[in-house]
């Protein structure tokens, strides 16, 4: 990573910057991510969701449509009922937006190893 | 050899030379404007440290189309040979990027040979800074495990 990748990087990421944003933020709430967890071991509705907490339904409504927006939950059909599914793949953007730093430090540790046993 | 989690990045490299002079490259100026940088593309022209705990560092350099760029930053912990710590802001990129993260070495002689570990860390913290939550690192770690 340089600077000038770095900027280039910034101009051509920012809306995916700012869905990574939308994920950091579903993910800053401890409801939300009990949320998760319990539709990591499988797709659940959302009343089944609302029982495993002392909350109002419409609070875990709320919840859920701020993880929705984030990509995190999806919803899936099922007979009458919908039910909620987790799609974990928003969390590779950011892993993405980590990348260049990887690259950088990768890089700046070479260039101090050089420095340090060549001088 | 590298390991990383969502919220952290970890580089590790083996030096042959002894801790403490890995330590004075990190930290005085004239010796880190030597290194840091890459001929070509950008390069580090000035560094200006005050070493103490609580002092502020600050490197500017030119990128490779000649645009300046700076780097600032606190040093949070000082313990020559094994320990460094400080605050990292840069000033390029989009806005909402340009924040405090936290940069720490840790350095590790053994038999001549020396261990330098770079843990950049904080991205998480700051972008979730609205909430102040802590903790879903974990959820982030098992997620990335059901990812793969």
């Known amino acids: 990573m340089t600077a000038t990748r770095t900027r280039g990087a910034a101009r051509s990421t920012r809306s995916r910057r700012a869905s990574s944003d939308a994920v950091f933020k579903a993910l800053a709430d401890p409801t939300r991510r009990e949320i998760l967890s319990l539709l990591r071991e499988r797709r659940r509705s959302v009343g089944e969701i609302a029982s495993n907490f002392q909350v109002s339904r419409p609070a875990i409504s709320k919840h859920l449509r701020l993880l929705r927006s984030a990509g995190l939950v999806v919803d899936r059909p099922e007979g009458t009922a919908r039910m909620c599914e987790l799609n974990a793949a928003p969390l590779r953007e950011i892993d993405d937006w980590l990348e260049a730093y990887k690259t950088f430090w990768t890089t700046s540790l070479q260039a101090l190893k050089a420095h340090v046993e060549n001088s | ?148």
């Open chain 2, 1 to 148: 050899m590298a390991t990383q989690t969502l919220d952290a990045i970890v580089r590790e490299i083996e030096i042959n030379a002894p801790a403490a002079k890995v330590f004075a490259a990190l930290t005085e100026p004239e010796q880190l404007v030597q290194w840091w940088g890459h001929p070509g593309s950008y390069h580090c022209t000035k560094m200006e440290a005050d070493l103490r705990v609580g002092g502020r560092w600050r490197t500017t350099g030119e990128s490779k189309d000649g645009s300046p760029f700076s780097v600032t930053g606190e040093y949070r912990v000082i313990e020559p040979p094994h320990a460094l710590e400080f605050t990292w802001r840069h000033d390029w990129g989009a806005h909402e990027d340009q924040i405090d993260t936290l940069v720490r070495y840790d350095i590790e002689e053994r038999d001549g040979v020396t261990r330098v570990r770079v843990t950049h860390s904080g991205f998480a913290d700051v972008a979730s800074r609205d909430d102040h939550e802590r903790g879903w690192g974990t959820v982030l770690g098992w997620l990335r495990g059901y990812l793969q």
